[in-house]
């Protein structure tokens, strides 16, 4: 029998309440009689647990009591000060409370781990954002917070981009989700829970109604589950390109990963001077060129023929730009043509 279990059967109890024996079973990944027997063994070390019967009957600790946070290993005692790290919790205007909570978790560990702990938090730190990238100004994520916590709808005008751009809609904020240094709120609005990007709030207001969260929403599952199928959205197309060994060796740098693994698995060898030719997911055409030109004379658009027709097109702009273009010195002056 686990001791490390035991604590998870108290904690868990502590934490959630009622339960009955399935869902403690359940939640550790154990037997029902495994979940039984654990809770008979907490009763026998005089900790109170006590049953109710019928449907909704379950187990429960005696009103009131609470254990001290013990029994946490090396691990897991490092594996805390990952949760409620600095910058995303000033965002969320939570940071003099997760300084606090820091505060008495320290107090409440034995000495050696809180020397542990204080370690691990004195090494680690987050920076969100993305390199060339600052950080997203977000005047209105601490009402979604408030509004998150307390189900309260919130009135909201929104940009988004397509027409019309500016929309007004009521929200029932169920969660926030911080991705690659920017901030979402996952909200209902009229008829579906949708995703909406907090720096493109541009007036929000809670109002007097008030919400419930389906029981069974799971933010973590939703977000998942919207990002699968936003990559499905995203790509409409295809292309065929061929890229140079120097392109193939830039594409991680300036492609996302989906398109780096379709070059990976159709890549075929065009010549003998290195050159593959391969096929990847696009956007649309528009969007297709202008992220292809970043590899400059490294790739080559075969088809469709609308993409490659697009690349010439925009590439004899550009050289018409600038071979009309004259060049200025140093001081000023014109140096000539450029030819």
Same mark, same amino acid.
């Given at each position: ?14 934490? #959630? ?19 039984? #027997? ?16 019928? #449907? ?45 909570? =820091? ?10 781990? =809180? ?14 954002? !993305? ?20 189900? $309260?709808?919130? @009135? ?24 690659? !240094? ?25 109002? @007097? ?10 933010? !973590? ?28 060796? =830039? ?53 469709? $023929? ?34």
């Amino acid at each position: 029998m686990s001791a490390g279990r035991l604590l998870s059967v108290l904690l868990l109890l502590q934490a #959630r309440g009622r339960m009955s024996a399935r869902d403690i079973a359940d939640e550790l990944g154990v037997s029902v009689r495994t979940a039984y #027997r654990d809770l008979a063994r907490l009763q026998d070390a005089g900790v109170p647990v006590y049953a109710e019967p019928g #449907r909704r009957g379950g187990h429960q600790l005696l009103d009131g009591y609470r254990t001290r946070l013990t029994g946490m290993s090396e691990g897991e005692a490092r594996a805390l000060f990952f949760a409620g790290l600095p910058g995303p919790a000033a965002e969320l205007g939570l940071a003099a409370e997760v300084t606090a909570a =820091r505060l008495k978790l320290l107090a409440a560990l034995p000495t050696g781990l =809180r020397e542990e702990a204080a370690r691990t938090a004195a090494v680690f730190h987050l920076d969100a954002p !993305g390199w060339y990238r600052e950080r997203e100004q977000t005047p209105y994520l601490t009402l979604f917070v408030d509004a998150v916590l307390t189900r $309260c709808a919130v @009135d909201v005008r929104y940009r988004r981009w397509r027409a019309p751009q500016e929309v007004r809609r009521r929200l029932r904020p169920y969660g926030l989700v911080l991705k690659s !240094g920017v901030w979402y709120l996952v909200a209902a609005g009229r008829n579906r829970i949708a995703t909406y990007r907090v720096t493109q709030v541009l007036d929000a207001a809670p109002c @007097d109604e008030r919400f419930e969260r389906p029981a069974d929403f799971d933010l !973590g599952a939703y977000w998942t589950s919207y990002l699968d199928d936003f990559q499905t959205r995203r790509h409409t197309g295809t292309a065929t390109i061929r890229l140079s060994p120097r392109g193939r060796r =830039r594409l991680p740098d300036n492609f996302p990963p989906e398109v780096v693994r379709a070059v990976d698995s159709t890549s075929a060898a065009v010549g003998d001077d290195g050159w593959v030719e391969a096929v990847i997911p696009t956007e649309s055409i528009e969007h297709a060129c202008g992220e292809l030109l970043r590899l400059g004379v490294d790739v080559e658009v075969v088809a469709p $023929c609308e993409l490659r027709r697009a690349m010439a097109d925009t590439v004899g702009v550009l050289a018409r730009a600038y071979g009309s273009a004259r060049m200025t010195t140093g001081d000023g002056s014109r140096a000539g043509d450029v030819t």
